[in-house]
């Protein structure tokens, strides 16, 4: 079974361009959650999405926002770039069948912003 | 709100040789779960190992095992017979087990870098 699958990889992006990111879960998988992971804050949870319905958002700007689509593949749209939003943007998949669920990762898109 | 802490930035072991790695987290809830997540130089996510908070039993897998004290919030990873393919970042990671909305939102410590020397 193919694992999560994040496009694109690698991202240039100048300020004030916007980027959309996204994140195709292992089949079967609803829930996708986004991370954002930089050498200063480390992991932190962006959002969260099940069944096309965000449940759970983490503490970012509005800039900052999301959706996932019938087929479960999500997509992330970062809005009016800081340098500050460069950083490895992961998501992660699971079944979200019971509260037992693991989380698989994707290999993530690296974003530079300059 | 939850709170992961790994203490140690940085740590090294010999190929062969058992490392612990240590992490405390805070939390008020009594059902969750721990992570152990392993990050490798192609930044791929890997989870190492999991422990239910309700079982007393420490999980293993192979090489991996964890000493869970749920009393004094501490969950540490063991690596025994370390091998050079375990040189990697590793995460902690807690997670509720009754999210807002069956949300399974994880809170990662800052990770912890680990070489392996041969």
């Known amino acids: 079974k193919a694992g999560v699958t994040q496009t694109p990889r690698y991202l240039i992006k100048t300020r004030g361009q916007q980027v959309t990111l996204s994140c195709s879960p292992i089949?079967?998988?609803?829930?996708v959650s986004w991370y954002q992971q930089t050498p200063g804050q480390g992991l932190q949870f962006l959002f969260e999405?099940?069944?096309?319905?965000?449940?759970n958002k983490g503490n970012f700007p509005g800039r900052f926002s999301g959706r996932q689509f019938s087929n479960s593949r999500s997509e992330m749209n970062v809005s009016t770039l800081e340098l500050g939003d460069s950083a490895l943007y992961l998501c992660?998949?699971?079944?979200?069948?019971?509260?037992?669920?693991?989380?698989?990762f994707g290999p993530g898109t690296r974003l530079l912003v300059l | 709100a939850q709170t992961v802490t790994q203490s140690q930035p940085e740590m090294s072991v010999q190929e062969a040789e058992t490392v612990t790695l240590s992490c405390t987290y805070d939390?008020?809830?009594?059902?969750?779960?721990l992570f152990w997540y392993k990050q490798p130089p192609s930044r791929q996510m890997i989870l190492v190992i999991r422990?239910?908070?309700?079982k007393q039993q420490n999980a293993t897998e192979n090489r991996f095992s964890v000493n869970f004290q749920k009393a004094a919030k501490s969950f540490s990873l063991k690596i025994s017979d370390s091998q050079l393919g375990d040189a990697a970042m590793y995460f902690c990671?807690?997670?509720?087990?009754w999210g807002q909305g069956g949300s399974e939102k994880l809170v990662f410590g800052k990770g912890m870098k680990l070489t392996v020397n041969p």
């Open positions: 089949s079967g998988h609803r829930s």
């Open positions: 422990q239910e908070a309700y």
């Open positions: 939390t008020s809830e009594s059902d969750y779960y």
């Open positions: 992660a998949s699971s079944l979200a069948e019971n509260i037992q669920e693991t989380q698989y």
């Open positions: 999405y099940f069944s096309e319905t965000q449940r």
């Open positions: 990671a807690y997670r509720s087990a």
